[in-house]
């Protein structure tokens, strides 16, 4: 294949891109324009000159009722945003309490956990105890861990002659 043709082609696919661009802008123009020409208010010029009036018909508004203290809105809108929070309040302490009574049940079965270890450490300290008494005795180890001159039978006959 020729690079020639491969650059030829590329060069077409980024022409028509191009053209395909400026097609959608256009269209796109065009489009925004016509939106903006049907936000557009109407707008006419008075047919006289002057002071424009009009009639309301001597119907004065009623004025707003004073709010309530704390009130948002001053209407039901009020009550609903009430009645809402007070249950999103609600599912947060059923929630809440639901956590806790886990975390009591967990710190529980550690603590649990924590005297059966600490018991079974007590029995192997006292077997350890045992077992090196018994190491002793059979190595004829002082209570400072140092062997004795004389082994334990000597020692015996020697306190046995001696009394």
Not at 32 to 50: K, L, W
Not at 77 to 98: F, H, K, P, S, T
Not at 150 to 159: G, I, Q
């Amino acid at each position: 294949m020729d690079k020639r043709s491969d650059m030829v082609s590329i060069r077409d696919e980024i022409a028509e891109a191009g053209r395909e661009q400026d097609r959608l802008l256009a269209e796109h123009d065009h489009w925004m324009a016509r939106r903006n020409a049907a936000r557009a208010a109407p707008v006419s010029e008075t047919p006289s000159p002057g002071l424009i009036t009009k009639d309301y018909g001597g119907d004065a508004t009623q004025p707003a009722p004073e709010r309530a203290p704390g009130a948002f809105f001053g209407d039901y809108r009020d009550d609903m945003l009430a009645r809402n929070l007070g249950i999103v309040i609600a599912e947060l302490q059923r929630e809440w309490r639901r956590e806790r009574r886990e975390y009591r049940n967990a710190i529980i079965r550690l603590q649990r956990e924590a005297a059966g270890d600490r018991a079974e450490m007590r029995r192997e300290r006292a077997l350890l105890y045992d077992e090196i008494k018994t190491l002793r005795k059979r190595l004829d180890l002082n209570e400072q861990g140092r062997v004795d001159e004389l082994p334990r039978k000597a020692r015996e006959r020697a306190k046995r002659h001696a009394t």
